[in-house]
């Protein structure tokens, strides 16, 4: 049991409290001052088990704060990580759109209409401006027939190759970093 104090007994600039300790002082922390307190204090056998119960229940709340905590970081991790693809689907969705554009500019300068002139000065911005979204051109002439690039339309046998080889490319292919938009119609020649 704790001593209780006479109120008598205590001097005058100290103020009494329950626990015999000096009350706080303007400039002294509360928080550890009550810590101390509770520390300095004996606790009767059934207060004690209800502290017990008491302290059960604030750690199941803490771990109940700390998994609801960790739910909310992994939904705005969630949220941001949609919200990016969907950005991504979006480009995408246009870059396709565009990709008959990209036909018949590359149709006129095969051509010859766009050699020069102010329709060549157009069709190499909205080249730049496509490249700068992620658009590329799949490299199809000279390199190893790959069909998850390219799409084979006509094989041809050749005496000078080993591999089968892309040999002319019959309507060009874009990717968009590592997603295929479409792939590139191609002529392969195969070894005899």
Known sequence: MSESVNPEEVPENEPANPAGEPA???????????????????????????????????????????RLQAEYVNYRKRVERDRAVAGQMAVIGVLNAILPVMDDIDAARAHGDLEDGPFAAIATKLETTLTTYGL?????????????????LIQQPAADIEVDTVSQVLRNGYKSGERILRAAQVIVAVPE
């Open 136 to 152: 590329e051109r799949i490299d199809a002439i000279g390199v190893p027939f790959d069909p998850t690039v390219h799409e084979a």
């Open 24 to 66: 706080q002082t303007p400039d002294g922390d509360a928080l550890s001052q009550a810590e101390e307190i509770l520390n300095g204090v004996e606790v009767p056998a059934e207060d004690s088990v209800a502290q017990g119960a008491a302290a059960d229940e604030a750690a199941e709340l803490k771990n109940d704060l700390l």
